[in-house]
Antibody, heavy 121, light 106 residues
Framework: QVQLVQSGAEVKKPGASVKVSCKAS????????MHWVRQAPGQGLEWMGI????????TYGQKFQGRVTMTRDTSTTTVYMELSSLRSEDTAVYYC??????????????WGQGTLVTVSS | SYELTQPPSVSVSPGQTASITCSGD??????AFWYQQKPGQSPVVVIY???KRPSGIPERFSGSNSGNTATLTISGAQAMDEADYFC?????????FGTGTKVTVL
């Protein structure tokens, strides 16, 4: 069965960076793109970007351009999301979500359990 | 940037019908997707491509999309349907989520 297992909670100081991992299993890793979505406490969902595990190409949301880097390791079937120059507003649960392309359009069919990143001095 | 607007809350009595709207410029020209999120859990897709239900999603969930508004309908709402619901669409390959609607069944 498809599983996306994320790394544990993190506490970071403002200005630091955080790297969250998402280990995929139960399917062919390179056949499905992966997205990152975050959710601030009590708030809505916010799309951050997408990575193609096959070639490593990425597309980032404009809000995160220059601060986010998504990478993958095909040997361990893991994708990573690194966010730099953290500020308090980055405190959120970060999710990885698998890309399902049905008839050309995309939805998220499996989600990781989420990783809470807290930014506090 | 593209925006999707939802009502903050919707209340429904058990067994009745709840309708959640999602408004965006020419949303009907795009596909709309709907996600359900219960407290402390990850989101789950309940409707994709405007009207399709993934396997395992009850038939009481249905969707439509036309003009500037997509609608998620829960027919015969049950207590287990109490959750936050988010619409979502793609605008120039960028993912956009709606503001979210809390559905209360009481």
């Amino acid at each position: 069965q498809v599983q996306l297992v994320q790394s544990g909670a993190e506490v970071k100081k403002p200005g630091a960076s955080v790297k969250v991992s998402c280990k995929a299993s139960g399917y062919t890793f390179t056949r499905y793109h992966m997205h990152w979505v975050r959710q601030a406490p009590g708030q809505g969902l916010e799309w951050m970007g997408i990575i193609n595990p096959s070639g490593g190409s990425t597309t980032y949301g404009q809000k995160f351009q220059g601060r986010v880097t998504m990478t993958r390791d095909t040997s361990t079937t893991t994708v990573y999301m690194e966010l730099s120059s953290l500020r308090s507003e980055d405190t959120a649960v970060y999710y990885c979500a698998r890309d399902q392309r049905d008839s050309g359009d995309i939805y998220f069919d499996y989600w990781g359990q989420g990783t809470l990143v807290t930014v506090s001095s | 940037s593209y925006e999707l607007t939802q009502p903050p809350s919707v209340s429904v009595s058990p067994g009745q019908t709840a309708s959640i709207t999602c408004s965006g410029d020419k949303l009907g020209d795009k596909y709309a997707f709907w996600y359900q999120q219960k407290p402390g859990q990850s989101p789950v897709v309940v409707i994709y491509q405007d009207t399709k239900r993934p396997s395992g999603i009850p038939e009481r969930f249905s969707g439509s999309n036309s003009g500037n508004t997509a609608t998620l309908t829960i027919s015969g709402a049950q207590a287990m349907d109490e959750a936050d619901y988010f619409c979502q669409a793609w605008d120039s390959s960028i993912g956009v989520f709606g503001t979210g609607t809390k559905v209360t069944v009481l």
